[in-house]
């Protein structure tokens, strides 16, 4: 079936309109929006720019201009046009978490609560659904899916991607890469020499077998890779250094191969140097760097994904002392990596609590230290370039993708403005309008008719 379509030479730009000329249906008219933006923060780190208007074309920003402009003579005759009044409003690009997991939340009992059976696969996909699109509720346009035990978000995405449900831009890892009783090992023991499990859960020893997991989770469509380069709480594993450098090695470089980037979950800072030496694109959590990895990740350009949130209030971790709030304080890794210039992304570690309080790490981030637009630009353009489409996406200009929010507050004057969102707009479709999720699903078909 897929060498069919290739055989056509078709690209997905061309199959719609060849759907519809089969099923003898015309092709839907251009969709126009025209939105009077009252405040507008096109590009986070400039100023932003009083009553200006924003002219979206199906799924693209088409046009900004200054004033309040009318419909009529925007779009050809035969297209449809609506106006849209945010003219209340300040309106910035859609928001972007670098580390979240959607597949759970404590909420549901893996770590709390009575026993009960591990979650299926199918339970995931469900969640993953309703998580991001209760963070696109929140205004996060674009999530990246750190770490997940199964397909589920990959289908979640896709189904997001393909507009069957109207959901955010998800960047997915897939499983986590690990080494054998690491940090996200989670194969029980008499499975550990199985050898299509072991693919499966992303665990690998030495650099050929790291290599092969990285391909594997590659071939089953990841858009990054995931590796934990040190213990974490929630297993209990320590913080100190878990992989070989020859290890990391190996899974950055076969990442890069692959034309994705890589992640590194790490704390002790040996393991931090070695990611950054590495290559690594990100360093998640990193509380306990020091100042010669700091020097690294500047010299290099690596991100941090900060994860203030999975500490504040503590996650539902099983421990005795919440050493994530202690290590967070002491070491104040955010505060001398903002010191330091270190570029710093967006990232909560949602998922080891509430989807949709993604925005509590702008407060923390703000009372840590970093003015409100720095904050925003890092969930925007800062994430977005860690993202490698920022051709695509982190700020309103004409071409790119029509991800876009409005608050009924400025958040540049009060960051717990952002935990408010009134209007959402994915890929030039309202999601959410004064401040209710509209119209979830579509019913049209999917793929060729026979
Ligand atoms: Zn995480």
Known sequence: MKDFWLGLGLCAATLP???FAQAGRAAPPDHYLVIHAGTLLAVPGEAPRREMTIVVKNDRIAAITPGYAAADGIAPAGSAVETIDLSRHFVLPGLMDAHVHLQDEPSIGRRGGPPRNPPAAAEHAVNAIIYARRSLAAGFTTLRDLGADDRSVFAARDAFRDGRIIGPRILAAGSAIAVTAGHGDTLPPDRTGDPQARLEDGTCDGPAECRAVVRFQAKRGADVIKVTATGGFSSNTGLEPQLFP???EAIVATAHLNGLKAAAHAYAPLAIRQAVQAGIDSIEHGFLVDDE????MKKSGTFLVPTLSASYPPPVFRIPDPASVRLRNEHRAFERAYAAGV?????TDAGTFTHGDNAKEFELMVKFGMPPMAAIRSATVATAELFGISEDAGTLEPGKTADLIA??????ENISALREIDFVLKSGRIA????????PFSYAPVGPPF
Do not use: Y
């Open 17 to 19: 309109a060849l759907v």
């Open 246 to 248: 020859d290890e990391i």
């Open 293 to 296: 990895g700091l020097a690294l």
């Open 343 to 347: 570029k710093i992304a967006f990232g």
């Open 407 to 412: 608050l009924t507050a400025n958040p540049l």
């Open 432 to 439: 959410k309008r004064d401040g209710r999720m509209t119209e």
